[in-house]
């Protein structure tokens, strides 16, 4: 706060002016003029001033106050004059008056004196003056003043109509026009709010919906056009501002909509299908395609063309109705049956035409003719003891293979007695051969048969053919004059000509002379009796070159006739006859842009004569300077691209030999045009625009050109669209929003103009528009505040400034430079002193001296220069008091650093003192304003301020000002001051760059002082601490940099060849003291320019050809090496001759499109040029023709066999003499060949499988040097075995599966070719289940297969060549697995019971023991339980048990091991149930097909409970003999023999009981338990000691009927699990050492072949505690003695447990 001398003032944090207590003891009103300054604590240079005048009242006096301090209001541009706008008011003692002053008498408004009402004075213009401020003045009595500023805002209404522009726009739109912005319209309204703003429509002419306009005024099309449906629109567009009563502004839109080339023809089916008959005559109509197109006009013409397939030249069309016909190729359904055309329908759009193609398939119908034999006649001379075939007579048919008219068959008639014929048919019965044998001694004389060959075609057609055989005894043959005969013809030798007459002499008769083979279709025919051959038939060289004619010389012997045969080698020579063909035959068409290179080629042709000679291309129309030009080798290229105006051209291309016979061909190039030029603006680039333009009006016309004439140019911008606005289709510039220059002075705008190319993709160019806004003095001055209050103290100034007017004017220049005056009448009258007015900066100043304290109200005059000139009034309100005790001045500022210590001396008192006014000279104590950074600063009460021991200072992230109040108090008077204190920067921050790492590029060859880098790097601290300053550390001599721009710049040229990159350290160091520094690593990447040469690796290069090698073959390809990475290798051949025989591509030299002159030297040489863009390098290529090809054979597996070149080279006529040199040049990798004396030897071993052929390029070095090639042709030798793919086969097959299916294929191979590799299989052990095929290796079912009789067999499997002089074989296996179905039924075992008996004993127990036996209806033997199978292995038996009535749940069945079950009763046994029947049923899970269960019958019977017995103790066991009961036997008829058997049996009962009796009494002294229930008890302790529950059905419970036998225990061996067999003894104890003991299973078969006798029971024994651990001895044996020490044994274990253990078993 400035002019707070008095401390009258305070700020609070919140920047709010508050009101201190040192003013309380004032006795009168003071006003004082306080200034406000603003400071930016991060830039101190930056400050604002504020202005306010406070009036302290202290209640002394009565000046006027106004009840407020501003008065707003509002009132109607379409207020009457009169109307009140607002009534001020103010307060006094007495009378007020009010008045408006130093306004213009025009000025719209006036007040009441004694009221204060402000009336209307003239009407309003919102749209001209929108607010009004002026000030109020109210006085009363006393003169005393107070003033007010008034606010008046005009309030709009809607008296403006909205402004449309342009008011009409025509464009013209194509019908594929993008849904985009197409032209737009602005509307403006002079009026505000709601009445200003305005809305597009358009109310008509858009009833479809296709335009849509934007808030903006822009339209847009939102559908596409459609040319064929509407060709133009007229739109009106409608802008209407939204007050209450609106109003509305019209436009109008033409658009006419241009149509395209749009729909391709559409076929009316994806493909057609005609047929023809073969010998239709030209110009037969074989269909017609149709192609409809839905452009209209010209771009719905279509027109036809064939362009491919097959049957182009045997097929045309009607260009305007698609009429398709033949043509005078003949056509022949044996060899092209269907022909395929590619039909293209093509519209006429002028500038791109569109085109859609079909596939047209023609059917061939064959039409039958009439089979052919392969001579006139067949005549055979034969001796009378000929056997076997005689003659062969072949019959074949030109037909197409598989119908009926090729289908043949032969009938001889009139077959002599002695002959028959054989008949041979090929598969397709297009060629039938039939042999005549003999089958017995034959007769002399001549025969003749004729032999018919039919085929079955509709009608058939036959040919007939006449045998003649003539059967002679013994007969010297002719004999010709010479071994063979060569003759050359021309080609055009006319028929009858002779052209060589053979000779032959028989000393016995005359000779007639036939030709027998090697005539074709008759091309000669001979005279018999002269041997003159006449030429019968057109010869054709391009058909065929060379005829060997077999003559036959016959004698006239009747009865034994003898021939020789001579060949007559006719060659053909060739004669100029035939015409060239040329490919791509027929109308070719093709499209190529207008902007098409020079050069390039847009079609290649090749051409060639059959009769061998050179071609030449021409082109028509030929005339000078043609767009077009057709090279040699065929291209067509682009000739003169200036003139390539026309929308299409129709070029011939002509193929010429030398015999200028020609062949032509038509193409079509289709110009499709490219918009090649953007549009190019025309008008200026800057426009000035006044500010005060209306809205509406077109302020600029942007103007472009396009040198393509296809499109119209549309302007578009996206630039201050809410302001302009540019006419799309005239680039009309329309300002749309009043400008305001002090707002906005410039403005650009992006322009952009798209020439809507309609062949090519638009082009668009752009601009940018500068519209410069000149000013108008529009603006009046604005000062802020407009009314001010200064309070002054009594005394005399020097210089007083008292206040600096704010103002500004918005406009510029003249009109808006301002100046400042005093309103003279309201300066005083001062003695003593005057008031300053500064006239350009406003600053109020006095000087002089102030006596006495009155208000002085003075009135400034602000006025800006412009025409007309614009001003508005301040008042400054002077107050002139007297007050006391204050500091002048009343701030301070001092400056310390960051890093000043805590508790340093930062400002000393004396400064405060010597400024601190006292006039009483009392105590002062000092002060810090509460809050005030306290734990930063403090003072002492003498006024000295220091850093405090807790202060921290941080010019980089905290404070770098603070401000403090410092307070004097001064007896009862405060008087403050404001220290501001200034932080300076420390150097305590280093430079920083923004990575570690940057790269750098420059090009190798770049100047020096080129400019690599900028680096730059940042440091936090300010001043001289924050200048930075760079450096490097490496590369100082490649390198310079800028230590104050960081610029790095080269100081050398560089060769990215030798080093491509380079790393440079940079230094970044600021200015501080200590100076601090951080660093960055370059890295400077060489980049490449194409400065070498290129080079081919090698200075010569050599290939050989064959003189008909064809388009396309490579022949070598070029190595270049080029350092640089950039610039585009491009091939040339410097020899025209060359260039047309041969072409580089991608550095691979070709032959080209031209067959090589039948003349050709024997090699060419010529040199290739290789540029890389810059520079060029160049080599020789050396290529030789080859024009001699010989063929030898040699075989395989032998060496030293030769093949005499120089004798097979005489033979062709190629004379060579024996100083000639043979080298061979390829072919002969590993040196397998070499030439000796004019031979080729193979010095190495052939292995045909290896490589079974050889092509060696050898060169003859006599007279002349040439070359030739050589094929060797390595001949087959059996040497290879057939190898199987797999050494072993693995195959499955289901049981009963049917015969004839098919396991699998084995496959052989065979590396030799031929009979040799002709591979035939067969199983050696072949059962009657499997066969092979001995073609194809198919292994297959032959028989019935059952997998219970054999599941596996082993197939031994051999594949055997067919090769000479021995067959090679090989020997496989293959496992075939037979897996199961459930084809079997279950049995029981023994699988012969019928019915079971089952013997049970009466009892209250359920238990095991009931069962006594189970009998089978056999008696062969007893079985413990029901035991069963399957012999399946894909099901399981399931054994149920179905009860007769009243039995249910009685009995039950439970398995007690795999396929095994007992039966017990769930109940007690009564006599009730003796001859119970029960139901064994066993079946299948899941049950077989076609299988039923097994039933069988089990009958109950119940029986007595058997006779205990007992037994003398031994030392070592205890044993009780089970109940056994003796079977029952039928009774005899004899009463002595049942007497006696009774007698017996009570005899040996008497004798056993009283022998157990003797042993129960002796035992009963220890084991109080009954003896009958020791074994039990035994068996199923022994079983399982740990178990708590008794084992019921344990399937080891037994019962005994021969009482001879005794339970035995067996060993088992708890590792192996093996059971030892028990030992048998009939006489004396036997005591066996079996080791560990354990458990076992019953059922183990003795390992060393002995067998337990019959009825002996096996049980496991464990004895659990036994003296000796390793050691067990166990006896068996029907002796008493020894039954009894078993016993005993298990009396010692038994006693180890507990008696009441055994209650709970229930045993």
């Given at each position: 706060?400035?002019?707070?001398?008095?401390?009258?003032?305070?700020?609070?944090?919140?920047?709010?002016?508050?009101?201190?207590?040192?003013?309380?003891?004032?006795?009168?009103?003071?006003?004082?003029?306080?200034?406000?300054?603003?400071?930016?604590?991060?830039?101190?240079?930056?400050?604002?001033?504020?202005?306010?005048?406070?009036?302290?009242?202290?209640?002394?006096?009565?000046?006027?106050?106004?009840?407020?301090?501003?008065?707003?209001?509002?009132?109607?541009?379409?207020?009457?004059?009169?109307?009140?706008?607002?009534?001020?008011?103010?307060?006094?003692?007495?009378?007020?008056?009010?008045?408006?002053?130093?306004?213009?008498?025009?000025?719209?408004?006036?007040?009441?004196?004694?009221?204060?009402?402000?009336?209307?004075?003239?009407?309003?213009?919102?749209?001209?003056?929108?607010?009004?401020?002026?000030?109020?003045?109210?006085?009363?009595?006393?003169?005393?003043?107070?003033?007010?500023?008034?606010?008046?805002?005009?309030?709009?209404?809607?008296?403006?109509?909205?402004?449309?522009?342009?008011?009409?726009?025509?464009?013209?739109?194509?019908?594929?026009?993008?849904?985009?912005?197409?032209?737009?319209?602005?509307?403006?309204?002079?009026?505000?709010?709601?009445?200003?703003?305005?809305?597009?429509?358009?109310?008509?002419?858009?009833?479809?919906?296709?335009?849509?306009?934007?808030?903006?005024?822009?339209?847009?099309?939102?559908?596409?056009?459609?040319?064929?449906?509407?060709?133009?629109?007229?739109?009106?567009?409608?802008?209407?501002?939204?007050?209450?009563?609106?109003?509305?502004?019209?436009?109008?839109?033409?658009?006419?909509?241009?149509?395209?080339?749009?729909?391709?023809?559409?076929?009316?089916?994806?493909?057609?299908?005609?047929?023809?008959?073969?010998?239709?005559?030209?110009?037969?109509?074989?269909?017609?395609?149709?192609?409809?197109?839905?452009?209209?006009?010209?771009?719905?013409?279509?027109?036809?063309?064939?362009?491919?397939?097959?049957?182009?030249?045997?097929?045309?069309?009607?260009?305007?109705?698609?009429?398709?016909?033949?043509?005078?190729?003949?056509?022949?359904?044996?060899?092209?049956?269907?022909?395929?055309?590619?039909?293209?329908?093509?519209?006429?759009?002028?500038?791109?035409?569109?085109?859609?193609?079909?596939?047209?398939?023609?059917?061939?119908?064959?039409?039958?003719?009439?089979?052919?034999?392969?001579?006139?006649?067949?005549?055979?001379?034969?001796?009378?003891?000929?056997?076997?075939?005689?003659?062969?007579?072949?019959?074949?048919?030109?037909?197409?293979?598989?119908?009926?008219?090729?289908?043949?068959?032969?009938?001889?008639?009139?077959?002599?007695?002695?002959?028959?014929?054989?008949?041979?048919?090929?598969?397709?019965?297009?060629?039938?051969?039939?042999?005549?044998?003999?089958?017995?001694?034959?007769?002399?004389?001549?025969?003749?048969?004729?032999?018919?060959?039919?085929?079955?075609?509709?009608?058939?057609?036959?040919?007939?053919?006449?045998?003649?055989?003539?059967?002679?005894?013994?007969?010297?043959?002719?004999?010709?004059?010479?071994?063979?005969?060569?003759?050359?013809?021309?080609?055009?030798?006319?028929?009858?000509?002779?052209?060589?007459?053979?000779?032959?002499?028989?000393n016995e008769t005359d000779v007639e002379y036939f030709i027998t083979g090697g005539n074709g279709l008759g091309t000669f025919v001979i005279n018999s009796q002269s041997g003159a051959i006449v030429?019968?038939?057109?010869?054709?060289?391009?058909?065929?070159?060379?005829?060997?004619?077999?003559?036959?010389?016959?004698?006239?012997?009747?009865?034994?006739?003898?021939?020789?045969?001579?060949?007559?080698?006719?060659?053909?020579?060739?004669?100029?006859?035939?015409?060239?063909?040329?490919?791509?035959?027929?109308?070719?068409?093709?499209?190529?842009?207008?902007?098409?290179?020079?050069?390039?080629?847009?079609?290649?042709?090749?051409?060639?004569?059959?009769?061998?000679?050179?071609?030449?291309?021409?082109?028509?129309?030929?005339?000078?300077?043609?767009?077009?030009?057709?090279?040699?080798?065929?291209?067509?290229?682009?000739?003169?691209?200036?003139?390539?105006?026309?929308?299409?051209?129709?070029?011939?291309?002509?193929?010429?030999?030398?015999?200028?016979?020609?062949?032509?061909?038509?193409?079509?190039?289709?110009?499709?045009?490219?918009?090649?030029?953007?549009?190019?603006?025309?008008?200026?680039?800057?426009?000035?625009?006044?500010?005060?333009?209306?809205?509406?009006?077109?302020?600029?016309?942007?103007?472009?050109?396009?040198?393509?004439?296809?499109?119209?140019?549309?302007?578009?911008?996206?630039?201050?669209?809410?302001?302009?606005?540019?006419?799309?289709?005239?680039?009309?510039?329309?300002?749309?929003?009043?400008?305001?220059?002090?707002?906005?002075?410039?403005?650009?705008?992006?322009?952009?103009?798209?020439?809507?190319?309609?062949?090519?993709?638009?082009?668009?160019?752009?601009?940018?528009?500068?519209?410069?806004?000149?000013?108008?003095?529009?603006?009046?001055?604005?000062?802020?505040?407009?009314?001010?209050?200064?309070?002054?103290?009594?005394?005399?100034?020097?210089?007083?400034?008292?206040?600096?007017?704010?103002?500004?004017?918005?406009?510029?220049?003249?009109?808006?430079?301002?100046?400042?005056?005093?309103?003279?009448?309201?300066?005083?009258?001062?003695?003593?002193?005057?008031?300053?007015?500064?006239?350009?900066?406003?600053?109020?100043?006095?000087?002089?001296?102030?006596?006495?304290?009155?208000?002085?109200?003075?009135?400034?005059?602000?006025?800006?220069?412009?025409?007309?000139?614009?001003?508005?009034?301040?008042?400054?309100?002077?107050?002139?008091?007297?007050?006391?005790?204050?500091?002048?001045?009343?701030?301070?500022?001092?400056?310390?650093?960051?890093?000043?210590?805590?508790?340093?001396?930062?400002?000393?008192?004396?400064?405060?003192?010597?400024?601190?006014?006292?006039?009483?000279?009392?105590?002062?104590?000092?002060?810090?304003?509460?809050?005030?950074?306290?734990?930063?600063?403090?003072?002492?009460?003498?006024?000295?301020?220091?850093?405090?021991?807790?202060?921290?200072?941080?010019?980089?992230?905290?404070?770098?000002?603070?401000?403090?109040?410092?307070?004097?108090?001064?007896?009862?008077?405060?008087?403050?001051?404001?220290?501001?204190?200034?932080?300076?920067?420390?150097?305590?921050?280093?430079?920083?760059?923004?990575?570690?790492?940057?790269?750098?590029?420059?090009?190798?060859?770049?100047?020096?002082?080129?400019?690599?880098?900028?680096?730059?790097?940042?440091?936090?601290?300010?001043?001289?601490?924050?200048?930075?300053?760079?450096?490097?550390?490496?590369?100082?001599?490649?390198?310079?940099?800028?230590?104050?721009?960081?610029?790095?710049?080269?100081?050398?040229?560089?060769?990215?060849?030798?080093?491509?990159?380079?790393?440079?350290?940079?230094?970044?160091?600021?200015?501080?003291?200590?100076?601090?520094?951080?660093?960055?690593?370059?890295?400077?990447?060489?980049?490449?320019?194409?400065?070498?040469?290129?080079?081919?690796?090698?200075?010569?290069?050599?290939?050989?050809?064959?003189?008909?090698?064809?388009?396309?073959?490579?022949?070598?390809?070029?190595?270049?090496?080029?350092?640089?990475?950039?610039?585009?290798?491009?091939?040339?051949?410097?020899?025209?001759?060359?260039?047309?025989?041969?072409?580089?591509?991608?550095?691979?030299?070709?032959?080209?499109?031209?067959?090589?002159?039948?003349?050709?030297?024997?090699?060419?040489?010529?040199?290739?040029?290789?540029?890389?863009?810059?520079?060029?390098?160049?080599?020789?290529?050396?290529?030789?023709?080859?024009?001699?090809?010989?063929?030898?054979?040699?075989?395989?597996?032998?060496?030293?066999?030769?093949?005499?070149?120089?004798?097979?080279?005489?033979?062709?006529?190629?004379?060579?003499?024996?100083?000639?040199?043979?080298?061979?040049?390829?072919?002969?990798?590993?040196?397998?060949?070499?030439?000796?004396?004019?031979?080729?030897?193979?010095?190495?071993?052939?292995?045909?499988?290896?490589?079974?052929?050889?092509?060696?390029?050898?060169?003859?070095?006599?007279?002349?040097?040439?070359?030739?090639?050589?094929?060797?042709?390595?001949?087959?030798?059996?040497?290879?075995?057939?190898?199987?793919?797999?050494?072993?086969?693995?195959?499955?097959?289901?049981?009963?599966?049917?015969?004839?299916?098919?396991?699998?294929?084995?496959?052989?191979?065979?590396?030799?070719?031929?009979?040799?590799?002709?591979?035939?299989?067969?199983?050696?052990?072949?059962?009657?289940?499997?066969?092979?095929?001995?073609?194809?290796?198919?292994?297959?079912?032959?028989?019935?297969?059952?997998?219970?009789?054999?599941?596996?067999?082993?197939?031994?499997?051999?594949?055997?060549?067919?090769?000479?002089?021995?067959?090679?074989?090989?020997?496989?296996?293959?496992?075939?697995?037979?897996?199961?179905?459930?084809?079997?039924?279950?049995?029981?075992?023994?699988?012969?019971?019928?019915?079971?008996?089952?013997?049970?004993?009466?009892?209250?127990?359920?238990?095991?023991?009931?069962?006594?036996?189970?009998?089978?209806?056999?008696?062969?033997?007893?079985?413990?339980?029901?035991?069963?199978?399957?012999p399946d292995s894909t099901d399981t038996p399931v054994l149920t048990l179905n009860a007769s009535t009243g039995q249910e749940g009685k009995f039950e069945l439970t398995e007690v091991g795999t396929?095994?079950?007992?039966?017990?009763?769930?109940?007690?046994?009564?006599?009730?149930?003796?001859?119970?029947?029960?139901?064994?049923?066993?079946?299948?899970?899941?049950?077989?097909?076609?299988?039923?269960?097994?039933?069988?019958?089990?009958?109950?019977?119940?029986?007595?409970?058997?006779?205990?017995?007992?037994?003398?103790?031994?030392?070592?066991?205890?044993?009780?003999?089970?109940?056994?009961?003796?079977?029952?036997?039928?009774?005899?008829?004899?009463?002595?023999?049942?007497?006696?058997?009774?007698?017996?049996?009570?005899?040996?009962?008497?004798?056993?009981?009283?022998?157990?009796?003797?042993?129960?009494?002796?035992?009963?002294?220890?084991?109080?338990?009954?003896?009958?229930?020791?074994?039990?008890?035994?068996?199923?302790?022994?079983?399982?000691?740990?178990?708590?529950?008794?084992?019921?059905?344990?399937?080891?419970?037994?019962?005994?009927?021969?009482?001879?036998?005794?339970?035995?225990?067996?060993?088992?061996?708890?590792?192996?699990?093996?059971?030892?067999?028990?030992?048998?003894?009939?006489?004396?104890?036997?005591?066996?050492?079996?080791?560990?003991?354990?458990?076992?299973?019953?059922?183990?078969?003795?390992?060393?072949?002995?067998?337990?006798?019959?009825?002996?029971?096996?049980?496991?024994?464990?004895?659990?505690?036994?003296?000796?651990?390793?050691?067990?001895?166990?006896?068996?044996?029907?002796?008493?003695?020894?039954?009894?020490?078993?016993?005993?044994?298990?009396?010692?274990?038994?006693?180890?447990?507990?008696?009441?253990?055994?209650?709970?078993?229930?045993?």
């Amino acid at each position: 706060i400035q002019g707070n001398n008095m401390g009258y003032f305070d700020l609070n944090e919140y920047n709010q002016l508050t009101w201190t207590t040192v003013a309380g003891g004032l006795d009168t009103d003071v006003v004082l003029s306080l200034t406000i300054l603003c400071v930016d604590v991060n830039a101190p240079d930056q400050r604002a001033l504020g202005y306010i005048a406070v009036t302290i009242d202290t209640g002394e006096g009565n000046p006027p106050v106004f009840t407020q301090e501003i008065y707003k209001a509002e009132i109607s541009e379409n207020a009457q004059v009169g109307d009140e706008v607002t009534t001020v008011e103010a307060t006094s003692d007495n009378e007020v008056v009010y008045d408006l002053f130093n306004l213009p008498d025009s000025f719209p408004f006036n007040i009441s004196s004694s009221s204060g009402t402000i009336q209307l004075a003239t009407s309003l213009n919102r749209e001209t003056t929108s607010f009004y401020t002026f000030p109020v003045r109210a006085m009363n009595t006393d003169s005393e003043v107070a003033i007010a500023l008034v606010e008046v805002t005009i309030s709009d209404e809607n008296d403006n109509p909205p402004v449309i522009a342009p008011s009409l726009i025509s464009v013209s739109l194509a019908e594929n026009h993008g849904l985009s912005e197409i032209v737009s319209f602005s509307c403006s309204d002079e009026d505000t709010g709601s009445n200003g703003i305005v809305e597009f429509e358009l109310p008509f002419g858009n009833e479809e919906g296709k335009f849509s306009i934007s808030e903006s005024g822009t339209i847009v099309l939102i559908e596409k056009l459609d040319f064929e449906t509407q060709e133009s629109y007229n739109v009106t567009v409608s802008c209407s501002d939204k007050g209450s009563d609106p109003n509305t502004a019209l436009a109008t839109l033409l658009i006419q909509v241009t149509g395209i080339n749009e729909f391709p023809p559409n076929f009316e089916f994806e493909n057609y299908t005609f047929s023809t008959s073969e010998n239709a005559t030209a110009g037969t109509t074989v269909g017609s395609v149709n192609a409809t197109d839905d452009d209209s006009g010209i771009n719905g013409v279509v027109a036809y063309a064939i362009v491919g397939g097959t049957g182009i030249g045997f097929f045309s069309i009607d260009p305007s109705n698609g009429m398709i016909s033949t043509t005078t190729m003949e056509l022949n359904a044996t060899f092209s049956p269907e022909h395929t055309l590619v039909v293209v329908a093509e519209d006429s759009g002028p500038i791109v035409s569109m085109s859609h193609n079909t596939l047209v398939f023609v059917d061939i119908q064959d039409i039958n003719e009439a089979p052919q034999f392969t001579q006139a006649a067949y005549f055979a001379v034969i001796p009378t003891s000929a056997t076997g075939s005689l003659v062969e007579i072949t019959c074949f048919d030109v037909d197409l293979e598989g119908s009926d008219n090729s289908l043949l068959s032969l009938e001889v008639t009139d077959m002599p007695s002695g002959l028959s014929t054989i008949l041979e048919v090929d598969e397709s019965y297009k060629f039938i051969t039939g042999q005549i044998l003999a089958n017995s001694t034959l007769s002399a004389g001549s025969f003749e048969l004729k032999i018919q060959c039919s085929d079955s075609g509709n009608p058939p057609l036959s040919t007939s053919v006449s045998v003649i055989l003539r059967i002679e005894g013994f007969n010297t043959p002719p004999k010709f004059t010479q071994p063979s005969y060569t003759v050359a013809v021309p080609e055009d030798t006319m028929p009858g000509v002779v052209v060589e007459t053979v000779k032959a002499i028989d000393n016995e008769t005359d000779v007639e002379y036939f030709i027998t083979g090697g005539n074709g279709l008759g091309t000669f025919v001979i005279n018999s009796q002269s041997g003159a051959i006449v030429l019968q038939l057109s010869l054709d060289y391009e058909i065929t070159q060379a005829y060997d004619i077999i003559v036959t010389a016959y004698d006239k012997n009747t009865f034994n006739r003898q021939s020789s045969s001579v060949d007559v080698f006719v060659l053909v020579t060739n004669v100029d006859d035939a015409d060239p063909v040329i490919s791509p035959f027929g109308t070719q068409v093709i499209t190529i842009a207008e902007d098409t290179p020079q050069g390039v080629e847009i079609k290649e042709y090749t051409c060639v004569d059959p009769d061998g000679s050179d071609v030449s291309f021409s082109l028509a129309p030929a005339y000078p300077n043609s767009p077009f030009s057709i090279s040699q080798n065929g291209n067509v290229r682009v000739e003169n691209t200036s003139i390539i105006d026309d929308e299409s051209y129709k070029l011939t291309v002509r193929c010429t030999d030398t015999s200028n016979s020609f062949v032509t061909n038509e193409l079509l190039v289709f110009i499709s045009p490219v918009n090649k030029f953007p549009p190019m603006f025309t008008s200026p680039s800057e426009f000035e625009v006044p500010e005060d333009t209306g809205v509406g009006t077109v302020i600029a016309n942007i103007t472009a050109i396009d040198e393509d004439t296809r499109g119209d140019i549309t302007y578009t911008t996206t630039s201050n669209t809410d302001t302009f606005i540019i006419q799309q289709s005239t680039g009309m510039l329309t300002l749309i929003k009043a400008l305001d220059y002090e707002t906005e002075m410039e403005y650009l705008i992006d322009v952009e103009a798209t020439d809507n190319d309609i062949a090519d993709v638009p082009k668009t160019a752009s601009t940018t528009v500068t519209l410069r806004i000149t000013d108008v003095n529009d603006n009046f001055p604005s000062c802020n505040p407009s009314v001010v209050s200064v309070s002054l103290l009594t005394g005399t100034y020097e210089y007083l400034s008292l206040a600096n007017f704010s103002c500004s004017d918005a406009d510029s220049g003249l009109n808006g430079q301002i100046s400042f005056e005093f309103d003279e009448a309201t300066l005083p009258s001062l003695s003593n002193g005057v008031f300053l007015l500064n006239n350009s900066t406003g600053e109020l100043s006095f000087q002089g001296t102030l006596s006495i304290p009155e208000p002085i109200l003075l009135t400034i005059i602000v006025s800006d220069s412009g025409d007309p000139q614009k001003s508005v009034m301040l008042y400054a309100n002077i107050l002139v008091e007297i007050i006391g005790t204050r500091f002048v001045p009343s701030e301070f500022s001092v400056t310390i650093s960051e890093n000043t210590d805590p508790s340093t001396l930062i400002f000393p008192a004396s400064t405060l003192n010597d400024a601190l006014l006292n006039p009483q000279g009392a105590t002062v104590m000092y002060t810090l304003r509460e809050n005030q950074y306290s734990d930063t600063f403090i003072i002492d009460t003498a006024g000295n301020v220091y850093l405090s021991s807790t202060g921290v200072l941080d010019y980089d992230d905290g404070i770098r000002e603070y401000t403090l109040t410092i307070e004097a108090q001064v007896g009862d008077v405060t008087a403050s001051a404001v220290l501001t204190v200034f932080i300076t920067d420390y150097n305590d921050i280093s430079p920083m760059f923004s990575s570690s790492t940057e790269t750098a590029y420059i090009a190798e060859n770049a100047q020096i002082g080129t400019v690599v880098y900028t680096v730059m790097a940042t440091d936090g601290d300010s001043g001289s601490n924050g200048n930075i300053s760079y450096s490097l550390d490496t590369e100082t001599t490649n390198f310079h940099i800028d230590e104050k721009t960081g610029e790095i710049t080269s100081l050398r040229v560089f060769d990215r060849e030798v080093v491509p990159l380079y790393q440079i350290r940079v230094t970044a160091t600021d200015s501080g003291t200590p100076p601090l520094s951080g660093s960055l690593l370059l890295f400077v990447n060489i980049t490449d320019e194409n400065d070498n040469a290129p080079m081919f690796k090698d200075s010569l290069y050599i290939a050989t050809i064959r003189e008909n090698s064809p388009p396309g073959q490579e022949l070598l390809m070029f190595e270049v090496i080029d350092p640089d990475l950039t610039g585009t290798l491009r091939f040339e051949i410097d020899d025209e001759e060359a260039r047309n025989l041969f072409r580089v591509e991608n550095g691979i030299l070709r032959r080209s499109s031209l067959v090589i002159p039948t003349d050709h030297p024997s090699q060419y040489t010529f040199t290739v040029t290789v540029n890389d863009e810059i520079a060029t390098g160049n080599t020789t290529v050396l290529i030789y023709i080859l024009d001699i090809e010989l063929l030898t054979a040699f075989n395989e597996n032998q060496v030293n066999q030769s093949y005499d070149i120089q004798n097979h080279l005489n033979l062709r006529d190629i004379n060579t003499t024996e100083n000639a040199l043979y080298e061979i040049l390829e072919g002969n990798n590993g040196s397998v060949f070499a030439i000796s004396d004019g031979k080729l030897v193979n010095k190495l071993t052939l292995d045909r499988e290896e490589r079974g052929e050889y092509e060696l390029i050898v060169d003859v070095s006599d007279t002349e040097d040439f070359r030739i090639s050589i094929v060797v042709l390595v001949i087959d030798a059996n040497d290879n075995a057939p190898m199987f793919e797999r050494s072993h086969y693995n195959f499955t097959v289901t049981e009963n599966e049917k015969p004839g299916y098919v396991l699998g294929t084995i496959v052989a191979t065979d590396l030799d070719t031929g009979a040799n590799g002709r591979i035939e299989y067969s199983i050696v052990n072949a059962p009657s289940q499997f066969a092979i095929n001995p073609v194809t290796g198919e292994l297959f079912v032959s028989g019935l297969i059952d997998r219970e009789s054999q599941d596996v067999y082993t197939l031994h499997l051999r594949a055997e060549d067919f090769g000479s002089p021995l067959p090679n074989s090989m020997i496989s296996t293959a496992t075939v697995t037979i897996t199961d179905i459930n084809d079997n039924t279950p049995r029981f075992d023994p699988a012969d019971v019928v019915e079971f008996i089952v013997e049970t004993t009466l009892g209250d127990s359920a238990h095991l023991d009931n069962i006594v036996a189970i009998l089978p209806n056999n008696l062969m033997e007893m079985l413990s339980a029901f035991n069963y199978s399957d012999p399946d292995s894909t099901d399981t038996p399931v054994l149920t048990l179905n009860a007769s009535t009243g039995q249910e749940g009685k009995f039950e069945l439970t398995e007690v091991g795999t396929y095994s079950s007992v039966l017990f009763a769930t109940s007690d046994i009564a006599e009730s149930d003796n001859d119970t029947m029960l139901q064994l049923v066993l079946h299948d899970e899941p049950l077989g097909i076609d299988q039923d269960p097994v039933v069988r019958t089990v009958t109950i019977r119940v029986v007595e409970p058997p006779v205990q017995t007992t037994a003398t103790p031994s030392a070592s066991a205890t044993a009780t003999t089970p109940p056994t009961e003796e079977p029952i036997f039928p009774l005899l008829n004899i009463v002595a023999i049942v007497i006696a058997c009774v007698l017996l049996l009570a005899l040996l009962f008497l004798f056993f009981c009283f022998f157990s009796y003797c042993y129960l009494r002796i035992k009963r002294k220890k084991d109080p338990l009954r003896a009958r229930d020791r074994p039990t008890q035994v068996a199923q302790r022994l079983h399982d000691p740990h178990s708590k529950k008794p084992k019921l059905f344990a399937p080891w419970g037994y019962s005994e009927i021969d009482q001879l036998d005794y339970p035995a225990f067996a060993a088992e061996d708890p590792d192996s699990h093996f059971l030892y067999p028990p030992e048998q003894d009939f006489g004396e104890t036997s005591f066996m050492d079996y080791g560990e003991p354990g458990f076992g299973e019953p059922g183990f078969g003795d390992p060393f072949g002995r067998s337990p006798s019959t009825g002996t029971s096996v049980l496991t024994g464990h004895p659990e505690d036994s003296d000796q651990e390793g050691s067990h001895s166990y006896a068996m044996g029907p002796v008493l003695k020894a039954m009894m020490q078993e016993w005993e044994m298990g009396d010692e274990v038994l006693n180890k447990e507990k008696k009441g253990t055994l209650r709970k078993l229930g045993l």
